[in-house]
C-alpha cells in the first residue's frame, strides 16, 4: 500500500512563498514516507485574474514549472500540483500537472468546469470564465501507485465525469480545491461521499484553508473518502497536512461484490 500526503495551504498572489510552504510540507511528507503528495487548486498562485495571467506559463515550460519538477525530484515522490495557469495560444488555462518522482512532467488535465456561481459571501461573484478557458479532455493516469483520475474543484459537481474516469479504469480520483467556506460547509463532504459510492473509487480531495487576498474566504477540510462512502481520514480547517495509506484491493473487492458498472443501463451503448 503507498502513502499519499495531502496539503492543506492558505496561498495567495505571491508564488515564493506559496512555493515555499509546499516544499516544507513536501519535505516533511516524504520523511515520513509518503510515495506521492497532492496540492490544492490554485497552490501557487492565488489572486486576482491579472496575477494568474502575469505567472502562467506555457506548458512544461518555466521557472515555476521547473521548481516543481526539481521538487518531486529531490524528495522522490510524486507531485500532483492541484492546479497552475498556463499559457494557450488564446487564453489561458487552469491546469493539474503531475510530475513523477524523476521530474519529468507525465500528465496534465485542463479544468473542464468553470466557476461560474454567486455565492452570499464576502466575494459573492465569482466568474472562472472570465480568467480561465475550459478544458475540453477526460484525462486519468496510470501510477506506480495507482491509476489516477483527474479532477478539480468545481467538477465534483458533474457525476458524469467521475463516471467516466471510473470507466477508464480510475480506482483513486483526485479533487484539488478552493472550495468557498459557504458552499463548502453545505456540500463539500457530501458530493465527495457521492463521488467515492458512484465511482467506487478512493476520493483524495484537498482544500485551499482560511481568508485570502480580496478577501475570500475557503473551507479546508481535506478529506480522504473510501470507495464504500466512509471518510477514511480528514482535516479541519487549520493550514496542515495529512499522509494516508490507500488500500486499493478494497477497490477490486467493492466492484467485484456490487459491479455498479456492469449494471449501468444508461450507457450510451444500450438503448432503452
Known amino acids: ?84 495557469p498556463i499559457q494557450r495560444e488564446f487564453g489561458v488555462t487552469t491546469t493539474l500537472l503531475v510530475y513523477a518522482n524523476d521530474g519529468e512532467l507525465m ?12 455565492v452570499a459571501d464576502s466575494h459573492q461573484r465569482y466568474r472562472e470564465s472570465e480568467t480561465f478557458m475550459p478544458g475540453s479532455e ?28 471510473a470507466k477508464r479504469g480510475a480506482n483513486v480520483i483526485v479533487v484539488p480545491a478552493a472550495f468557498t467556506a459557504v458552499t463548502g ?11 467515492a459510492i458512484e465511482t467506487q473509487s478512493w476520493i483524495v480531495a484537498v482544500n485551499q484553508t482560511g481568508v485570502h487576498q480580496g478577501g475570500r474566504q475557503t473551507w479546508g477540510h481535506s478529506m480522504v473518502i473510501s470507495p464504500w462512502g466512509e471518510v477514511f481520514a480528514s482535516l479541519d480547517s487549520s493550514t496542515s497536512n495529512l499522509l494516508v495509506e490507500l488500500d486499493l484491493q478494497a477497490v477490486t473487492e467493492i466492484r467485484a461484490t456490487m459491479p455498479v458498472m456492469t449494471h449501468n443501463r444508461f450507457d450510451s451503448r444500450i438503448k432503452i
Open 138 to 165: 477526460i484525462v486519468s493516469i496510470e501510477t506506480p501507485f495507482a491509476h489516477l483520475g483527474l479532477s478539480i474543484c468545481y467538477d465534483v459537481r458533474f457525476p458524469q465525469l467521475y463516471g467516466e474516469l
Open 1 to 84: 500500500m503507498d502513502r499519499v500526503g495531502l496539503i492543506q495551504m492558505t496561498s495567495g498572489a505571491n508564488p515564493e512563498a506559496n512555493l515555499a510552504y509546499i516544499e516544507q510540507q513536501v519535505a516533511a511528507l516524504a520523511d515520513q514516507g509518503a510515495t506521492w503528495v497532492i496540492t490544492p487548486e490554485n497552490a501557487i498562485v492565488f489572486g486576482s485574474r491579472s496575477d494568474y495571467h502575469h505567472y502562467a506559463e506555457p506548458l512544461g515550460q518555466g521557472e515555476i514549472q521547473a521548481r516543481l519538477s526539481v521538487m518531486a525530484k529531490r524528495y522522490q515522490v510524486w507531485l500532483v500540483v492541484g492546479s497552475f
Open 185 to 195: 460547509q453545505a456540500h463539500w463532504q457530501p458530493l465527495l461521499t457521492a463521488r
Open 107 to 118: 500528465a496534465h488535465y485542463d479544468k473542464l468546469h468553470m466557476f461560474d456561481v454567486d
